[in-house]
């Protein structure tokens, strides 16, 4: 059987794939990977399709051997990975024999990115619930039994769908990792809830992140948004991205396992090219807001997709 052993998790790490579509009105959330431009980018390196599940490593320490030859690509912020005790690259495919140890160490994850993504050809090939494998930690169920990966996990791997790549992404596929990001978004839907002066505080000062992040939300810390009519609303529906503003005057970007519907004001919407810089925010990372139309959001967005679906040959 083609398959990986676990000897070390991690802190966190978890099966992963493009996402559980078609559930949100049963108030299953998204999950997915929360950095969804690298699995997709390292799936294709690897020569699966876009959407195979691979494995989301949050805060490194992750050892991993290999129980069969196969190939892999390592993607997102990452600090440091070896095979066999020799540096590799990242954003690059590279073979594995049977015994060999891949270790990630994202042991400067306080000043880098805070997820890595683990491809492998085949892609993890463990039961899909509700049309995904995806782990939901919180509703215990997807991946490894709902839970996060353990030491000695062995995880079957998929038949090749495809030759690995070759050469390197290409630069224009790497999402631009910084650890003060200017993220994008979209006003809206209840934008008309905070004050001109609350707008244009949170337009323009930084945000911290705070230590309250997860898959579900990250909750940043700064300049108070007024909000002359209450952070309270009828519940409506949320998704990836959205930026909720709670009683205190603080906002929260929500993540990929984010609850399905929400009764605070969302005052807008990051943009999905965008999210993969939310992914990898780490306490203490700053972040700012700079508004762009629905239109400009759509460019950006079909531009990206351009580039991920084309620079396959």
Not at 61 to 69: A, D, I, N, R, T
Not at 223 to 246: F, K, R, Y
Request: proline fraction near 8%; glycine fraction near 12%.
């Amino acid at each position: 059987m083609r398959s990986i052993l676990i000897a070390k998790p991690g802190p966190l790490s978890t099966i992963q794939d493009r996402g559980r579509y078609g559930y949100r009105s049963w108030g299953v959330p998204q999950c997915g990977a929360m950095d969804s431009q690298a699995l997709r980018v390292g799936n294709l390196l690897v020569g699966n399709s876009r959407g195979a599940a691979g494995i989301e490593i949050t805060m490194g320490g992750f050892h991993v051997e290999f129980q069969c030859s196969t190939h892999f690509a390592l993607t997102g912020d990452l600090s440091g990975a070896l095979l066999n005790g020799t540096h590799i690259d990242s954003w690059r495919a590279h073979p594995a024999k049977r015994g060999d140890f891949l270790v990630i160490d994202n042991s400067d994850t306080l000043h880098t990115g805070l997820r890595t993504y683990l491809s492998i050809s085949g892609g993890i090939e463990v039961p899909e619930v509700m049309n995904s494998r995806s782990t939901y930690l919180r509703g215990e169920f997807g991946g490894t039994g709902g839970r996060a990966l353990r030491s000695g996990d062995e995880l079957p791997l998929g038949t090749p769908a495809g030759p690995p790549e070759d050469f390197p992404a290409p630069s224009a596929c790497i999402p631009s990792y910084s650890p003060e990001p200017v993220l994008r978004v979209v006003p809206g839907p209840q934008d008309d809830r905070i004050s001109p002066n609350g707008g244009e505080v949170f337009y323009s000062e930084p945000y911290l992140v705070t230590e309250r992040a997860d898959r579900m939300g990250i909750a940043l810390s700064g300049p108070v948004i007024d909000l002359p009519c209450g952070a309270d609303i009828i519940s409506d529906g949320t998704c990836p991205g959205a930026v909720q503003v709670h009683g205190n005057g603080q906002p929260t970007i929500l993540g990929a396992d984010c609850q399905t519907t929400g009764g605070y004001i969302k005052i807008c919407v990051v943009i999905s090219t965008d999210l993969p810089l939310v992914a990898q925010l780490v306490p203490g990372s700053r972040v700012r807001f700079t508004q762009v139309d629905l239109w400009q959001a759509r460019e950006i967005y079909m531009q990206n997709e351009y580039l991920v679906r084309n620079f396959i040959h």
